[in-house]
């Protein structure tokens, strides 16, 4: 039988990593590299010559401005080593199915508390740079929940439930090859076409089933096919939704609750879609995280909120 080359390419072992990113000074060459590709650039007037100060800051020739190589990321005002965020940032990207904030605390030697705001901040990288990506092409789609344990009604409208479209992007062959999970206001039409504008590509087949929603791809823009399941165990066995049911299976395996789903929902998808290249994900995870503002404890809890 011929094996998958996906699940198993080498991706990143740790002695290689640690040969990488091993030492302070090699994170914190990585860390320049991915802010500053083309050398130092002063975040406040854009001036690119600067020095180095003893202390590790940097200082802009022409405004004098000083900053330091994390001010303004998502490594903002840490007091942790990089080396403690980098080896989070490798088990987060290179493990299949995650790790949580008690085994992280473990891995890590650190408090459960620091690694569960550590763990969060990374999460929260992740679901920034899930937001600007839109799938393309056949994609099938459905309408999932997440909560809603607690006694009382259940499905659909029931309390402490957390709405989120789950969809996928298949190749010509039907494989899966990108996946979304985007939490939504409500399964209306309102709600749908303000989500298909923003993660759905003109031009793309969309396959739903019945749900009056998923009326609001019916334009020109795209390709729609409504296939009326009547749910139950029938809408489960469809082919196509296939992939989607999968996916919703893997999820609602992976994650419970209501509380903090959606980094949690933006970590299964920024995996799964750079699954092609685990020995890339660390480079790429830090050119974002430069770029992922500063997030203190306040605002990851405000966050959730709103998200």
Known sequence: ?????????????????????????????????????????????????????????????????????????????????????????????????GISALQLSRELGVAYNTAWKLKHKLMQVMHERNQGEKLSGRIEIDDAYLGGERPGKRGRGAEHTFPFVAAVQTDEAGHPQRVQLRRVSGFSLVGIRRYAQQAIAPGSQVISDGLWCFRAFDTPIYSHDRHITGGGRASVKNPEFNWVN????????AITGTYHAP????????????????SAMIPRFLTVATRTPPMPYRLLKMAEAYA
């Open 246 to 253: 999968t996916l919703l299976g893997n999820v609602k395996n």
């Open 1 to 97: 039988m011929a094996r998958n080359p996906i699940q198993f390419q080498p991706g990143l072992s740790l002695p290689a990593f640690l040969e990488q990113y091993g030492t302070e000074a090699q994170c914190q060459a990585a860390l320049f590299q991915h802010r500053w590709p083309k050398g130092f650039v002063c975040p406040e007037c854009g001036n690119s010559t600067g020095c180095r100060l003893s202390r590790g800051h940097y200082q802009c020739h022409r405004c004098h401005h000083q900053t330091s190589l994390t001010a303004g990321t998502i490594f903002h005002a840490t007091h942790l080593p990089l080396t403690i965020w980098f080896l989070a940032i490798y088990l987060l990207t290179q493990r299949k199915s």
């Open 263 to 278: 980094r949690y929902l933006a970590e299964f998808e920024y995996r799964f879609n750079r699954r092609y290249d685990l």
